[in-house]
């Protein structure tokens, strides 16, 4: 069964360091998003994706952040400079449309980790 | 205003009884999805089942059934015959149609289930 992969599992970085965080969405999908989740905290959506341009932020996506489909198989986001408050679990998801009756299909995360 | 309300935190509840986990939504789009993940110890969002806002029947994956009341504007989940690997998080979510505007998902907070022995 096709999923969503995301890579690294863990990241560990120095503050202010940058980061880039990989998710390769299922193959079919159209829509791709990050979402990320605070420990012990819901899960909160940043950024969503479609046809090579940002369709939707939050205002958790600031300057720092920025997402991009180098090819036609990676999703990535970066943080440019990391802070402390960054440290989340980040989940890529894709799916096939956009609406109300298309599920997300989420990546199992990676763990980001902030000194 | 879109928003998803899970007043239970926590739950527990013994191995093979069944348990309902509450949500509560709140959107002004005629169309919309309401979708349950289950997230393990280990983190990973499990898709668990959807329910149409148009849908007549409620959705049934399994053990997994969601108790969509449209007028109360409830959508509870509702699991049989819990088994110990049923223990996680739980969250509610729905995602508006087009007519918002938004693709985005919306979630509660999540209710930890327990099940016990």
């Known amino acids: 069964e096709p999923e969503v992969t995301q890579t690294p599992s863990h990241q560990v970085t120095q503050m202010g360091q940058e980061v880039i965080l990989r998710c390769v969405p299922i193959s079919n999908h159209l829509y791709f998003y990050w979402y990320r989740q605070i420990l012990g905290q819901k899960v909160e959506f940043l950024v969503s994706f479609y046809n090579n341009e940002i369709s939707e932020k939050s205002e958790i996506f600031d300057d720092q952040f920025s997402v991009e489909r180098p090819d036609g198989s990676n999703f990535t986001l970066k943080i440019r400079s990391t802070k402390l408050e960054d440290s989340a679990m980040y989940f890529c998801?894709?799916?096939?449309?956009?609406?109300?009756?298309?599920?997300?299909?989420f990546g199992p995360g990676t763990r980001l980790t902030v000194l | 205003a879109q928003k998803i309300t899970q007043t239970q935190p926590g739950m527990f509840v013994q191995e093979k009884e069944a348990v309902t986990l509450d949500c509560t939504y709140d959107?002004?789009?005629?169309?919309?999805?309401l979708f349950w993940y289950k997230q393990p110890s280990s983190g990973e969002m499990i898709f668990l089942i959807y329910?149409?806002?148009?849908?007549?029947q409620n959705a049934t994956e399994g053990r997994y059934s969601l108790n969509f009341q449209k007028a109360r504007k409830s959508a509870n989940l509702v699991i049989s015959a819990s088994q110990l690997g049923d223990s996680a998080m739980y969250f509610c979510?729905?995602?508006?149609?087009?007519?918002?505007?938004?693709?985005?998902?919306?979630f509660g907070t999540g209710t930890r289930l327990k099940v016990l022995a």
């Open positions: 998801a894709s799916s096939v449309g956009p609406g109300g009756i298309d599920t997300q299909y």
């Open positions: 959107t002004s789009d005629p169309s919309y999805g």
């Open positions: 979510a729905m995602r508006a149609g087009l007519a918002s505007g938004t693709y985005k998902y919306i």
């Open positions: 329910q149409g806002s148009y849908d007549q």
